[in-house]
């Protein structure tokens, strides 16, 4: 069935380094795509989207990445700090079911900063 | 600006009884309203949506139902909790014309039944 996964459920990394945390998606008909960041015991916060008709979206520190060739969507941090310790969720809009309300999350990763 | 709140916090029942959760949305008009369950360490599973008053679509069935008694505001209830109803139970809120773009997600509740 159609569905958002992730590559790697745990990312450790030094402060300082850049990140890449990944995703694969399996619809197709996916055309909207969300990065979350949840801290222990929070709600998600939303990070940064983009539009399938995009291959990469730039924000504050953070960059994402589409590449719709393979399915594959990627959060890249830069300079990691200790407060970007957290799960990261993908989700996507994929046009499942003939709902267009619905996001489908994966699994999430887990980032550790390590000072 | 816009906010989202849940209440309680934290809740712990016992098994049999009922459950009532709520979620309320400040500062929009007309929002697309979500309830999500989440297990210790796993992602989010989506239990209900509406997409206005009195309109309520159900993703999973189990013993929970929702209701939307008003524009935002948009409760979660059990007649009977089970064990397996224990999680972080998140409520989230859109406003794209065209439906689930970016949901913002309250600050949850978390649910441990007992």
């Known amino acids: 069935g159609e569905s958002v996964g992730l590559h790697l459920p745990t990312l450790s990394v030094q402060e300082g380094d850049n990140s890449i945390i990944n995703c694969a998606y399996s619809n197709s008909a996916s055309d909207y795509f969300i990065w979350y960041k949840q801290e222990s015991g929070k709600g998600p916060q939303f990070i940064i989207d983009?539009?399938?008709?995009?291959d990469k979206r730039q924000g504050q520190r953070v960059t994402v990445l589409l590449n719709k060739t393979v399915k594959h969507l990627s959060l890249q941090i830069a300079a990691t700090q200790p407060g970007d310790s957290a799960v990261y969720f993908c989700a996507e809009n994929g046009h499942s079911g003939g709902s267009n309300y619905k996001l489908t999350f994966g699994k999430g990763t887990l980032l550790t900063v390590n000072p | 600006s816009q906010t989202i709140h849940q209440w309680p916090a934290t809740l712990v029942q016992p098994v049999g009884s009922p459950l009532s959760l709520e979620c309320t949305v400040e500062?929009?008009?007309?929002?697309?309203l979500y309830w999500y369950r989440q297990a210790a360490g796993r992602g989010l599973q989506l239990l209900f949506y509406s997409v206005g008053i009195g309109q309520i679509s159900s993703e999973v069935p189990q013993n929970l139902s929702a209701s939307r008694p008003q524009d935002r505001q948009f409760i979660l209830s059990s007649k009977k909790l089970l064990l397996s109803d224990s999680g972080f139970y998140l409520c989230?809120?859109?406003?794209?014309?065209?439906?689930?773009?970016?949901?913002?997600f309250g600050p949850g509740t978390r649910l441990t039944v007992t």
């Open positions: 983009i539009r399938s008709n995009m």
């Open positions: 989230a809120w859109s406003v794209s014309p065209d439906g689930a773009f970016e949901q913002y």
């Open positions: 500062g929009t008009s007309n929002p697309n």
